[in-house]
């Protein structure tokens, strides 16, 4: 009975066509699901020249180690169609007199960039008009106006 079961059957076209279905099937598959995760996630860090920027690593890392190092706090928001910056000390005083600029745009794209000048508020607020879209944002904060060094920050937010 079980060599009838297990006796030598023929490999056919059909068999081959299945066998290169399955494998070309899970190659395809594969590549699919990892281009949607990698057009779905974090969409990484967008430089010009990514052998220039490593020369520069060095420089780049002792400067944000110095702006760490201040210990200054920035908070923003987008409510209607009003972007707010909020910048308070390590102690957390307000942060006022100041000169604040943002270059505000989609992450992975320069299409919709825009530089805008916030102007100061009340008690460490600055604020400017512009109008954003729905979707994933990014703004590069920089202060400058005050006794230290530049400073520089990237937010990342959503506009609904």
Known sequence: MLARLFRPREFTGC???AVMA??????ISVNLVLAY?????WSGLVV???YVESQRFDAVTAAKRRQVALGWIVNTSYVDGVFTVSLADGTGRAIRDASVEATIG?????REDRTIVLQADSG???AAPTELGAGLWEAAIVVTGT???PWEKSVRFVVE
Request: glycine share 8%.
């Open 22 to 27: 399955l494998f070309f099937g899970t190659i």
């Open 37 to 41: 995760f990698a057009n779905s996630s």
């Open 106 to 110: 989609h992450p992975a794209s320069e």
């Open 15 to 17: 068999h081959m066509a």
């Open 124 to 126: 460490g607020t600055y």
């Open 48 to 50: 010009q020249n990514s």
């Open 147 to 149: 006794d230290a060094q």
